[in-house]
């Protein structure tokens, strides 16, 4: 099903009775549990920019527009979205256009990353997708239609369901418009790059750039192998520790020459230019570098200390290929398809108090296996009321995020 | 006035048990019982409303708020939770039948951590207490409302509290990693913690502004962040309201962010210059306070920038600050807005609603109106980057025609700001005060979407009952 509108939607939805198998132009289907449903519902065709109001920082869009166009009306302001959302179609194997089952898949729209609460190197200084949804449009499971926040920045009025929505992967309503806040892209960016540091070493010197008063606005860390598959990165030879720099050039001049000569203390740093660092930070935000590797693929989200130990367990436990974002507080591992390396994720994870997510997998295993930490007993019997709240036939998305939810 | 929820009559027939209970739950100095002991907690920042509980408790740990939820969730009686009681919106305001859950004793800070960039602290800890503890390290934690030197972080977690540098560093929310929170039942919850982005439902940021309605917050885990090299103010004084909300647009639309951006029409100008003596230009209709951080030659860039982009709008004053001493006296004005009101009045009351900044103009003119058809003056303080006005209206307590015009305008500003594309509140919560013009906003079925979260965190509506929601329930 394929609604012209969002009255048709909610149309559909006050007349289903089946589960609904919920997504935008599915570019994400292979992310978390594969939902059993008959039905298929696509918001692929809400699509149009609604609102852009640069000198009020935001614009608003219906769910099924291509992110790259919201991505080209904010750049034509000289705006961006904040959270620098990343682009999996070709980690997950969903580069349209082709066909998947039901589906006819497209670019990934800015419903999908909203749902999925996706969020790319930015997100350690400058907050997640869900800390820049304004506002939301949405159908809920009983086909009524809501909306949540507003079009303006700072609003307390009610409870957050803008948040709630937002990484909720169209278990509790389908978002049919949403509003986010932009900011002016920086004039200018550039990277320090520290070369040949062991991933200890490396957090140790990302801690230092993201305690600096420089605002570093990305910090990671790959290791030889990883960072030879970016070509950006190649040829500066061995493992890479890359601190950003986004703002006006002045700033970006001054800002990067003081982070290297503060950074001195953990070896010699080259300062990779605007191209460059573009480049080196999209392949990191769409986490490039995995794109070849079979199995598993892995976001691992811990403190960022306890990066090195994650990366080192699971290298000793299946022979992951890694690297880190965050400055060490993502962990992206690839490994086999099997239980095994899952549960030592799943173990590796929650020995550091952290969280996980099985990205990539096959079918049978995500079906199979907890793709994100089970919740307290407590915590997931108000998580089923709140399903309940939105949804109260189980009609969407059901078991996509945890098995009977 | 607002009306208050009718007493459960059950709970107040069985007040005596309702304090023996919570006596042998925490030591005997956290329960309150006199009357005129409790008379400290019966109002909050909105104090035209007052209404001594029923009876205080003072936890001092997790498991104290976790047996006391517990035994009130048995017992069927109301809570309201409290931390230092500065909400404006009337969110801390007691129930004649609710026991006060009051977080101040819990004031520890329990970790820092600079390498990972956060800090444990507890409920009952101040907002300012945090960038305390961190700034010998050069770090601070965000989020500053005029009140942070009184309030706790807990009720920043519950009210979702901004300040002056949202623009730049976010809201609570967006400084927030984790939290423990008690459930009605008595459960104890961990969710996040000092990693970024939990799987499954985003919890940290449904619970940060719940306002007291779906749990009560013992522990967070805030983000601290490194300040920056340095800061520095200039001001801007302009001939209209009209002029300097052009030049708002006009610096937002060069691609320049400032860390602050406010906005204050002329009463407000006369009432802070008396009281902070900044150097406030008094002959302009509005002035444009605006910060910029980074190095001395940053700051210089930046404010060249924003003095070149100022002057093309007619300044009567345009005056960066040359010294630290002068930035303080700046910001002393600012944020001491609301004293100085109250200086010239005998009472006012502070909206918050939220306007998109292109409307500026017209809601001012229109508030200006409706300020002299009601008879009652205001001074307006803005947030100009992102919109969030505070209107201050001053009136008279002792006249109750007085308060009830004020509680009127008020409202009327509120449905206006709805009304442009804006929002009923931007950062002081919906609270009593806000409670019936919900519906300004929300339809039913919203509200009914709403009411049923709160349903799914609290089955029996006794968290904070009287707040948020306009009343369906009574006792």
């Known amino acids: ?405 | 006035m607002i009306a208050q929820p009718v007493p459960k009559a059950a709970s107040l027939a069985k007040r005596d048990a309702i304090v023996a209970g919570l006596r042998r739950l925490v030591r005997d100095s956290g329960v309150i019982a006199e009357p005129i002991r409790m008379k400290t907690y019966e109002t909050d920042g909105l104090a035209a409303y007052r209404q001594v509980p029923m009876v205080v408790v003072l936890p001092e740990t997790t498991e104290e708020v976790a047996r006391i939820l517990a035994f009130l969730h048995q017992e069927g009686v109301r809570i309201v939770p409290r931390g230092a009681g500065t909400s404006l919106s009337g969110g801390a305001l007691p129930m004649e039948d609710a026991v006060v859950v009051g977080m101040m004793r819990m004031n520890r800070i329990l970790d820092i951590d600079y390498d990972d960039r956060c800090a444990v602290v507890q409920a009952g800890v101040t907002n300012i207490g945090i960038t305390q503890a961190v700034q010998e390290r050069g770090f601070f934690y965000a989020p500053d409302p005029s009140s942070q030197l009184a309030c706790m972080i807990g009720g920043n977690v519950n009210m979702n509290s901004g300040g002056a540098h949202c623009l730049r560093y976010g809201v609570t929310a967006n400084n927030l990693l984790g939290l423990k929170i008690v459930t009605i039942e008595g459960e104890v919850i961990d969710i996040g913690g000092a990693h970024m982005d939990a799987a499954g439902y985003d919890w940290l940021g449904l619970l940060t502004g719940s306002e007291g309605q779906l749990a009560i917050v013992t522990e967070v885990t805030v983000r601290i962040l490194r300040g920056p090299e340095g800061a520095r103010a200039m001001l801007a004084g302009f001939a209209s309201n009209e002029v300097a909300g052009a030049c708002v647009d006009a610096i937002i639309s060069s691609g320049i962010i400032p860390v602050a951006l406010e906005f204050m029409d002329k009463p407000a100008i006369h009432a802070c210059e008396a009281f902070a003596h900044a150097g406030y230009p008094l002959d302009a209709e509005a002035l444009l306070i605006i910060e910029v951080e980074g190095s001395v030659a940053e700051q210089d860039h930046l404010l060249g920038r924003i003095k070149d982009i100022c002057r093309e709008y007619d300044p009567i004053t345009l005056r960066v600050s040359e010294s630290a001493e002068e930035s303080l006296a700046i910001w002393k004005g600012r944020k001491g807005a609301f004293g100085a009101v109250g200086r010239i009045s005998p009472d006012y009351l502070c909206m918050d609603g939220t306007i998109p900044t292109g409307q500026l103009p017209l809601v001012l003119r229109r508030i200006r109106e409706m300020s002299d058809a009601c008879g009652l003056q205001v001074a307006n303080i803005f947030h100009a980057g992102d919109g969030n006005l505070h209107p201050l209206i001053m009136f008279d307590a002792n006249d109750p025609d007085s308060f009830h015009r004020a509680e009127v305008f008020g409202a009327d500003i509120l449905k206006l700001c709805v009304e442009v594309g804006g929002c009923l509140t931007g950062e002081h919560g919906v609270g009593v005060e806000k409670r019936d013009l919900m519906g300004v906003q929300f339809n039913a079925a919203e509200l009914d979407q709403q009411r049923r979260i709160k349903s799914a965190f609290d089955p029996g509506w006794l968290l904070n009952t009287n707040k948020v929601f306009p009343l369906l329930h009574t006792a």
């Open chain 1, 1 to 405: 099903m394929i609604p012209r509108d969002e009255a048709e939607l909610a149309d559909i939805l006050r007349a289903a009775s089946e589960p609904i198998s919920v997504r935008g132009n599915g570019t994400k289907l292979g992310m978390l549990r594969p939902v059993q449903a008959a039905a298929t519902l696509s918001t692929s065709a809400l699509t149009g920019i609604t609102l852009s109001a640069p000198k009020e920082l935001v614009l608003s869009a219906r769910a099924g527009t291509p992110l790259a166009e919201i991505e080209a009306e904010a750049a034509r302001n000289g705006q961006h979205i904040i959270a620098e959302p990343p682009d999996f179609s070709a980690l997950l194997g969903t580069i349209g256009p082709q066909i998947i089952g039901p589906q006819t898949i497209g670019p990934q729209t800015i419903g999908g990353v909203t749902a999925t609460n996706l969020s790319g190197p930015r997100r350690v200084a400058w907050g997640a997708m869900r800390d820049h949804v304004m506002g939301v449009r949405a159908v809920n499971g009983a086909g009524e239609i809501i909306r949540a926040g507003g079009r303006v920045l700072k609003n307390v009025t009610g409870l957050d369901i803008c948040k709630l929505l937002t990484g909720s992967h169209g278990t509790l309503a389908v978002m049919t418009e949403i509003t986010i806040k932009v900011l002016p892209a920086p004039e200018r960016r550039a990277t320090v790059a520290l070369m040949g540091l062991d991933p200890k070493q490396a957090v140790a010197a990302l801690s230092a750039a993201l305690g600096s008063p420089y605002s570093v606005s990305g910090a990671a860390h790959l290791p030889a192998a990883m960072a030879a598959r970016i070509p950006a990165l190649a040829w500066l030879g061995g493992a890479v520790t890359l601190a950003r720099i986004e703002d006006f050039a002045l700033s970006v001049a001054y800002r990067s020459g003081r982070l290297r000569a503060d950074l001195a203390g953990f070896g010699v740093a080259e300062i990779l230019d605007d191209g460059a660092s573009r480049a080196a930070w999209a392949a990191i935000r769409d986490a490039a570098p995995l794109v070849g590797e079979p199995g598993c693929v892995w976001r691992i989200s811990v403190r960022p200390s306890a990066g090195p130990a994650v990366a080192a367990t699971l290298e000793a436990a299946f022979g992951a290929a890694w690297f880190m974002d965050w400055g060490g507080g993502l962990v992206w591992a690839a490994g086999p398809a099997d239980e095994a390396a899952h549960a030592a994720v799943a173990d590796a994870a929650r020995a550091s108090g952290g969280t996980w997510m099985l990205l990539r997998g096959p079918e049978p295993l995500r079906a199979a296996v907890a793709v994100v930490p089970p919740e307290a007993p407590a915590l997931a019997a108000i998580a089923r009321r709140v399903k309940a709240a939105f949804d109260p036939r189980g009609i969407l998305n059901p078991g996509r995020i945890h098995a009977g939810l």
